[in-house]
C-alpha cells in the first residue's frame, strides 16, 4: 500500500536497533535457542509494556542475504528492491558512486604458477595489507578504452571495482568460480546487449592488467570479480515515509543498504557504546535512526553458541542508554536469523519488539522466540514494519472518511 | 515469488503426508474435534520436534474441491491453477490424456419413463456393472463428425468421457442439473466461441447417442456430464521447485492432480500399511513423496465422528514405519477441513506438522488444531509449505548479497 497520501508530520523519534542474525533454532542438548539462554533483563522490560511477533523476511523459507533482510525492515520488498553485491559494497565504503557507474566487489585471491586459484581470500590478509595492494592498483590500472577504473580499499581481502563512462552495462556473470584448483573465470555477459558486451571487454582487461599488477605479490596474487551492478535508483525513506533517516552501522555493507535507501551515515564503530553515543549526538538532527549491532551474527556464522549468547548481552547492556534518549518509538529486531546450528543465515522469521506508548501490550516477561510467536504482532512479513513504525510514531492520518 | 533461481541440489527426501479432510470443529456434547479425540502418539512424539501451524487452503472462507486443496500444498496457486473436474478424472484414470483434448466426467443415472432423473447415481452401481455399461459405449459410440470419442469407466457410477480432434472447446456447461425430477440438462457453451459451439454439438451428440444405447440398462440408462476441461499444460514440481515427485495415493482423483503437476505415480492401494511398503521400494528414485491417506476424508463426508476419529489413528500408527525411511523433513496435514458437524469440506484452516532437524520447535504435546494454531508456522496459505518444505531440505540458496 502506497502511505504517502497518509503522511503527516511528527517530531516521534523512531529507533530500529537491529542485533544481526538474532534468530535462532534449538541448539545443543538442552534445546534452547540462543536469546532463550541470554540473559537480556533490558529487553525484558521493555516486553512487558511492548507488542512483539515473528517477521519473515524475504517470503517463507527463503534465507536473505544482509541486503534483503535489512531492506524488509526498511519498509522496502527485497523481492522488489533487488541490489547486486557491487552497489551494496560501494556505497558501504562511502565510495562517491554515481548514477551509471558499474561496481563489483573483489576478493584478491592466490594463484600458484598455472593460474590455478589456490586460496580464494588470498589467506585473508589484514586490511592494511590490502589497503597497499589496491594503492598499487589505483596507480597502475586507471582508464581502459576511454572507461575510468577506480579501486577501492573494503576490508581484509575485500576490494571494489568501480567503472565510470558512458553506455555501461551490469548485465556481466562472477569472476569468481567459487572453488579452487582452477583459474578465475573470464568476464561474460549474462543478457547479450551492445553495453554489457563492451563493459565485459573493459572489465577484463582491467581485471587482466591487475593481476599483471599483482604478479609479485606472495598472496593477493589474483583477484575474482562479484556482483557487477549499477547504482539502483530507489525513492529515499524521507519520499516514501516522510521521516529523515540516519544510519550507525560499523560494517560498510549495512551503512551501504542503509544509503541506497536515502539514509545519512553517522560515526560508527562496531562498538555498541560508541554507536549509540554517536546517535544520541546526533538525535536532534533526525526522526529515524537505524542502529546496527553486528557481532551476534558473526558469532552464529561460526557456529559459536556462548559468543552469539554473550553478544546478545551485550546488545541488551545498550538499551539503557538508548532509552535515556527518551525515543518514541524502539524497535529491537534482526535481519534474519542466524542459528548457530545452522553456522549461517536462514530463513526462520525474526523476533520483533515493538515498544510505544500505544503498543497494545503482550504483557510477556522475556524476550525470545516463543514469547514473540504468541504477540500481538503475529507473525507477518518484515516490509509490514515500517508501516507499524510510523503509526505509532503519530505520522500516519486516517485512511478514508 | 519464483524460486528458480535460488534451488540447488540436495539428497534430502521430503514426504507430505495428507489425512485428506483432517480439520475439523467441535462435535457432539464432548466439543471436540477429530483430532483432539484421536489418540496420536508418533504425531504427538513428531510434535515435540516439530514447527507447526494452520494452512488455509485457496483463500479465506473458501471451501476447495480435493484439486485445489492439493494443488496449494504442492505449491500451486489453486486460483491462479485451474482444472475441470474432467481433465482431473482423466489423468486419475491413467487414460492417454493428450494436449487438446477434452475430458468430462460421467455419471450413470436413472431416469423414468419420461427421461427425468429419478437417481442422479444410478444406485450406486458396483464398477464391476459399470465396467460392462462402459464397453457397451466403448462399442457403438466412436466417432461424431470426425472427433474420436472415447469412454472410461472410474469407479462405482463414475465414467470418463474424452473428445479428441483438432479446435475443440472446454467452454462446456455440466448436463447434471444437481437435482432429480428433470431431464439432463443439454450441452450448452459457456462462452461463445467457434471451438466451444462445434465442441457442445459434438458432445451433445455423443450424450444422446449414449442414451440410445444405454436404454436397456436397469439403473444406469442415463448419463450426466461435468466439468468439460481440456488437459492444462503446466511447469512441473521439476521444473519450478527441481525436486523428482513421486504419489501413492489409491484413489484416482489424488493421483490425477498429483500427474498434472508432474509426479509419477507409484503402485498405491488406499491400503496405509502398503502405500507406505510402495513409497519404501521406491525411496532412493524421487526426492519429494505424496502420501494419501484418503478414509478420513469419507467419515467427514459422512459425518461419522467415531469412524473419523479411528482413521486418524490408523494414520497416525503408520508414522513409524515412514520414520523408519529417515525422511529429512516430514509434513502431515490436509487438502481441506471435513468437519463431522457438517459433512463436508469446509475452508477451515487445516493443522499442519513439520518436522526437520532445522525446525524451530514449538514443544507441543499434542498434534491438534489448537496446538497448531500457537506454532511456529503460523497460519498461512497452503502455498508456503513448498517453499518451506525446500528450505528444510536444503534446496534454497541465500536470496541475494
Redesign the interface.
Known sequence: MDLKPLLRESDAKIVLYVWDGLGG??FGPE?K?ELEAARTPNADRLMAEASSG?LEP???????????GHLGLFGYD??EY????GA?EAVGVGFDYRQGDVAA?LNFCTLDGKGNIIDRRAGRIPSEESKLVVARLQEAVRKVEGVEVHWAPVKEHRALLVLRGKDLGDGLADTDPQKEGVPPLDVVVTADTRENSRTAKIAQEALKQAMKVLASEKKANGVLAR?FAKRPNWPTMEERFGVTPAVIAGTPMYRGVARLVGMEALDATNEIAKDVASMAANWDKYHYFFLHYKHTDKAGEDGNFDAKVHYIEEADAAISEIMKLAPDVLIITADHST?C??K??????VPALLWAKTARRDGAKKFC??SC??GNL??RPSTHLMPLALAHAGRLAKFGA
Chains 1, 2 share one sequence.
Open positions: 533454532i534449538p534445546g535457542t515473528l524475504v517470503y517463507p523459507g527463503v534465507t536473505p542475504g544482509s541486503g534483503p527485497p523481492v533487488q541490489i547486486g553485491r551494496l566487489r556482483g542459528p546450528a545452522m549461517g543465515h536462514s530463513w526462520h522469521p522466540e516463543k510467536l504468541q503475529g507473525l
